[in-house]
Nanobody, 125 residues
């Protein structure tokens, strides 16, 4: 089970930190990814992290603005979002995939097998 939280309304240029709390599976054996989907648009993979593989990976659209991190003691992954733009407005989801599928799954989203419920992020101009 994955529980995403931390969304809200923020002005352009502002920051938000999303959290993804995981339970019910071996957290360390999975990659956790962040995705977003705006109405009428395709789901977009943003970033992933895998403790067992020791990797973090970012899509070009968020590289340099977003930072993914994990607290394995709390089974929680964070997405720090800075310099937010109105185009970042979307529902943000976290998901879990086999550690080896984390990066590929940002595009091949079906590789992510567990999904959280989503949290709304709205960036005003």
């Amino acid at each position: 089970q994955l529980q995403a939280s931390g969304g809200g309304l923020v002005q352009a240029g502002g920051s938000l930190r999303l959290s993804c709390a995981a339970s019910g599976f071996a957290f360390d054996d999975y990659a956790i990814g962040w995705f977003r989907q705006a109405p009428g648009k395709k789901r977009e993979g943003l970033a992933c992290i895998s403790s067992s593989y020791g990797i973090t990976y970012y899509a070009d659209s968020v590289k340099g603005r977003f930072t993914i991190s994990s607290d394995n003691a709390k089974n929680t992954v964070y997405l720090q979002m800075n310099s937010l733009k109105p185009d970042d407005t979307s529902v943000y989801y976290c998901a879990a995939a086999a550690a080896s599928d984390g990066v590929a799954g940002l595009v091949q989203t079906w590789l992510y097998t567990y999904w959280g419920q989503g949290t709304q992020v709205t960036v005003s101009s």
